[in-house]
Structures are given as structure tokens and as C-alpha cells.
């Protein structure tokens, strides 16, 4: 098969992606997307907009999780991921990935899914509580199928999405041993060569594996805790947000925490790393360093990082830019339905339900 833009290549394949409940924020960038855009050349990318998904928590609000399926894109893009070279996945237009939820859901136990810690945590935290839609929990499994349909070696994510991820490997590995015959002592890394249909996808975590969010930081940054950075915020409101992180230290005399999260934000987007060690020193000695100062010179390093983002974006604000979004949707779409069809024709195979090809044009 020749390389072209409807065609895979054959480099090993990464699959990761976004839910549309909001904007990108920190916590995104170096929790995977950083690590998407440094991997485009190495790997063939499919990144995943999980619109499905969305609405789960948003199911009354149609409208607003379509234009932030076209404001991720946009963040995506202003990032640096080059359609071009990756692949943009939008979850309803690629059916195999209904289709394969459905059979893992018989793979994975109820128990798999609602013992899940992530999903757990998430009912808590978003205050689902015991009225959430039966598709919530379901779209542990869905994940598993948006994964799997591209049969990746790896999935760059955030700390919160490893238990997903482990959930993704055991049905794998369920469905391989079951209906491909794969011996159940084979080791992860070789069970396509045992005849598998799916690899062992593993998690890539990135350099920072859960950014607080703004605040007291109890909670991870989040799209709907309303205590994210958005990568498409102001200089001025990147400004305002740090403001807010509290850390409970009274004057710039008194010895600090420079492990606090005032200092985890310090770490993860002050690169000088001979000016962090000063900051550090003189925080921990309470050498005249206030916490207004360091959150200066935080915002300005978060601003340095986003300001080509901004620049980028602003391409796609323009009059037409959402169109532009909806092209390279579409583009996406055809070049991802090759492999997700590809996927589900050989699990179809694999589980005896060979009755013919499908063509999806
Ligand atoms: P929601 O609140 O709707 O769940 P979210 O902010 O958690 O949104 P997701 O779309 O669920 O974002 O996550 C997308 C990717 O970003 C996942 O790989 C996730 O692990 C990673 N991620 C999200 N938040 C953080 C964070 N605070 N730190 C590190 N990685 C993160
Ligand atoms: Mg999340």
C-alpha cells in the first residue's frame, strides 16, 4: 500500500485524544499534548476527538459541544499538531468505534467498569452523583474502543487515564486469547505476533502527569472544575488565574514549601532550570521572595509558551476559520475510517462474523 494522504503508513501507530467540554488548557499541554506534537514525525498519530463522550456529562447542550469540538481543533492546531502529518479522529463519524464498544462491553466486567478509580473519582468530583446517564460509566469502554480501533503501540495521557488504559490492555488481551487464539502466558509486546488482531497499547504518561489546577490545587486542572489555564487565555487572564493559586504562606520572610503548588507550576513551565533551583533556595530560606513575585514571573514564563499559540490561533478566528476546522474535520474523518474499518473487519473475522465487507465511502 503506497503512503498518501487516505492512506496509513506503515510507522507504529499512536492514538490519544480530547473530550469537547471546553478548551485545552495546562494541564492538556503537558499532560499529552506536548508529547503529540514532538511525536508526529516519528509516528503515524491519530488524535481523537471524543464528541461521543461529551455527552455523557452534556447531552442538553448539542450546540455548544460542536463548536467546542471546532475550538479544540483550533487548540490543537495553535499547539503545533499539523494536520498534515497526524490524523483528526472525530468519534461520530467513525462507526467501527461504536461498533467495537459493543464487544468489549461483553469482555469487561460491571465490576471493570465501576470499580474503574478514574471513573469513580470523576463522579465525585463532577457531582454526578447517583443521577448520571447510564452512558457515563460506558464511556470507560468506548475509550477502549477508540483506542483499540487504531490498534496503537502507544497512548499519550495524563496520570487520571491510567486505569483506562489498563481497562483498554485486559480487553485486548481478552479478545486476543478468546477469539484469536493467543496463548494467555504470551508476553504484552507480542501478542500481534501470536496472531492477535490488537496489540497491548501502553500508556506514554507525560512529563507532568497531573497539573493542579488553579486554587488550592486539591484537584487536578480540568475543563469542567472551572480551575484551568486555557491555552487560548490572554496574557492578562493567564495573570489573573495564578493570582489564585493560594499557598498559605503569610511574607516573603517566612520559610516556604518550594514543593507547594505554587512551586509545581514553577517546575513545570519555568525551563531555566538554574533560575528555578535560585527560586527554590531562596523560598525554602524565606530569603525575601514573595509569592507575588514568583507568580510573576510563573505568568510570564506561561505566557512565553503561549504566545505562537495565540498567534497561530488567531489564523483560525478569523471570518471562515471555522470552516477551514470543518475541512480538516472531514479529511480526518476519511483517512481514520480506513484503519477503524480495517480493525473491525478483522475482529469481525476473528469472532465469526464474517459475512461480508462493508465499504464506507
Ligand atoms: P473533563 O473535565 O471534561 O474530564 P479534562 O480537563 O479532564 O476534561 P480530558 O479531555 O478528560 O480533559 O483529558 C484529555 C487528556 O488530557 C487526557 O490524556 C488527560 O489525562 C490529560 N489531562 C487532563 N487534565 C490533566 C491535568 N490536569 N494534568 C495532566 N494531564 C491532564
Ligand atoms: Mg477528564
Same mark, same amino acid.
Given at each position: 500500500?503506497? $503512503?498518501?494522504?487516505?492512506?496509513?503508513? $506503515?510507522?507504529?501507530?499512536?492514538?490519544?485524544?480530547?473530550?469537547? #467540554?471546553?478548551?485545552?488548557?495546562?494541564?492538556?499541554?503537558?499532560?499529552?499534548?506536548?508529547?503529540?506534537?514532538?511525536?508526529?514525525?516519528?509516528?503515524?498519530?491519530?488524535?481523537?476527538?471524543?464528541?461521543?463522550?461529551?455527552?455523557?456529562?452534556?447531552?442538553?447542550?448539542?450546540?455548544?459541544?460542536?463548536?467546542? #469540538?471546532?475550538?479544540?481543533?483550533?487548540?490543537?492546531?495553535?499547539?503545533?499538531?499539523?494536520?498534515?502529518?497526524?490524523?483528526?479522529?472525530?468519534?461520530?463519524?467513525?462507526?467501527?468505534?461504536?461498533?467495537?464498544?459493543?464487544?468489549?462491553?461483553?469482555?469487561?466486567?460491571?465490576?471493570?467498569?465501576?470499580?474503574? &478509580?478514574?471513573?469513580?473519582? !470523576?463522579?465525585?468530583?463532577?457531582?454526578?452523583?447517583?443521577?448520571?446517564?447510564?452512558?457515563?460509566?460506558?464511556?470507560?469502554?468506548?475509550?477502549?474502543?477508540?483506542?483499540?480501533?487504531?490498534?496503537?503501540?502507544?497512548?499519550?495521557?495524563?496520570?487520571?487515564?491510567?486505569?483506562?488504559?489498563?481497562?483498554?490492555?485486559?480487553?485486548?488481551?481478552?479478545?486476543?486469547?478468546?477469539?484469536?487464539?493467543?496463548?494467555?502466558?504470551? *508476553?504484552?509486546?507480542?501478542?500481534?505476533?501470536?496472531?492477535?488482531?490488537? &496489540?497491548? &497499547?501502553?500508556?506514554?504518561?507525560?512529563?507532568?502527569?497531573?497539573?493542579?489546577?488553579?486554587?488550592?490545587?486539591?484537584?487536578?486542572?480540568?475543563?469542567?472544575?472551572?480551575?484551568?489555564?486555557?491555552? $487560548?487565555?490572554?496574557?492578562?487572564?493567564?495573570?489573573?488565574?495564578?493570582?489564585?493559586? #493560594?499557598?498559605?504562606?503569610?511574607?516573603?520572610? *517566612? &520559610?516556604?514549601?518550594?514543593? @507547594?503548588?505554587?512551586?509545581?507550576?514553577?517546575?513545570?513551565?519555568?525551563?531555566?532550570?538554574?533560575?528555578?533551583?535560585?527560586?527554590?533556595?531562596?523560598?525554602?530560606?524565606?530569603? @525575601?521572595?514573595?509569592?507575588?513575585?514568583?507568580?510573576?514571573?510563573?505568568? *510570564?514564563?506561561? @505566557?512565553?509558551?503561549? !504566545?505562537?499559540?495565540?498567534?497561530?490561533?488567531?489564523?483560525? *478566528?478569523?471570518?471562515?476559520?471555522?470552516?477551514?476546522?470543518?475541512?480538516?474535520?472531514?479529511?480526518?474523518?476519511?483517512?481514520?475510517?480506513?484503519?477503524?474499518?480495517?480493525?473491525?473487519?478483522?475482529?469481525?473475522?476473528?469472532?465469526?462474523?464474517?459475512?461480508?465487507?462493508?465499504?464506507?465511502?
Amino acid at each position: 500500500m503506497t $503512503s498518501g494522504p487516505n492512506t496509513p503508513t $506503515s510507522k507504529p501507530r499512536i492514538l490519544t485524544g480530547d473530550t469537547p #467540554t471546553g478548551r485545552l488548557h495546562l494541564g492538556h499541554w503537558v499532560g499529552s499534548v506536548e508529547r503529540r506534537v514532538a511525536l508526529q514525525d516519528k509516528y503515524d498519530c491519530y488524535f481523537l476527538l471524543a464528541n461521543m463522550h461529551a455527552f455523557t456529562t452534556r447531552f442538553d447542550k448539542p450546540a455548544d459541544i460542536r463548536q467546542d #469540538t471546532i475550538e479544540i481543533v483550533k487548540d490543537w492546531l495553535a499547539a503545533g499538531i499539523d494536520p498534515k502529518k497526524s490524523t483528526i479522529v472525530l468519534q461520530t463519524e467513525v462507526p467501527a468505534i461504536a461498533e467495537l464498544t459493543w464487544f468489549f462491553a461483553m469482555l469487561l466486567s460491571f465490576n471493570d467498569v465501576m470499580g474503574n &478509580p478514574t471513573l469513580i473519582h !470523576e463522579l465525585e468530583t463532577k457531582g454526578l452523583g447517583d443521577s448520571h446517564s447510564f452512558g457515563f460509566p460506558m464511556y470507560t469502554v468506548g475509550q477502549c474502543a477508540d483506542i483499540l480501533a487504531f490498534r496503537p503501540v502507544y497512548v499519550p495521557v495524563g496520570e487520571d487515564q491510567a486505569p483506562h488504559i489498563e481497562m483498554c490492555r485486559k480487553a485486548a488481551r481478552k479478545f486476543d486469547q478468546l477469539y484469536c487464539n493467543v496463548p494467555n502466558r504470551t *508476553e504484552d509486546k507480542d501478542y500481534v505476533q501470536a496472531g492477535g488482531v490488537f &496489540p497491548i &497499547p501502553e500508556a506514554l504518561i507525560g512529563r507532568v502527569g497531573r497539573l493542579p489546577g488553579v486554587g488550592d490545587g486539591k484537584q487536578k486542572m480540568s475543563k469542567s472544575l472551572n480551575n484551568a489555564i486555557f491555552l $487560548s487565555d490572554t496574557a492578562k487572564d493567564v495573570q489573573k488565574k495564578i493570582n489564585k493559586i #493560594t499557598t498559605g504562606r503569610q511574607t516573603p520572610t *517566612e &520559610p516556604g514549601d518550594p514543593t @507547594n503548588i505554587l512551586f509545581q507550576f514553577v517546575d513545570a513551565f519555568i525551563t531555566n532550570e538554574a533560575r528555578v533551583a535560585e527560586l527554590k533556595d531562596r523560598y525554602a530560606r524565606g530569603d @525575601n521572595l514573595g509569592d507575588g513575585h514568583v507568580k510573576q514571573e510563573l505568568a *510570564e514564563a506561561i @505566557n512565553t509558551l503561549l !504566545e505562537p499559540m495565540r498567534a497561530r490561533r488567531a489564523e483560525y *478566528e478569523k471570518p471562515g476559520g471555522d470552516d477551514v476546522i470543518i475541512d480538516i474535520i472531514k479529511d480526518g474523518v476519511k483517512r481514520a475510517n480506513v484503519v477503524a474499518e480495517e480493525t473491525l473487519y478483522l475482529a469481525k473475522t476473528a469472532m465469526k462474523l464474517d459475512f461480508g465487507k462493508r465499504l464506507l465511502s
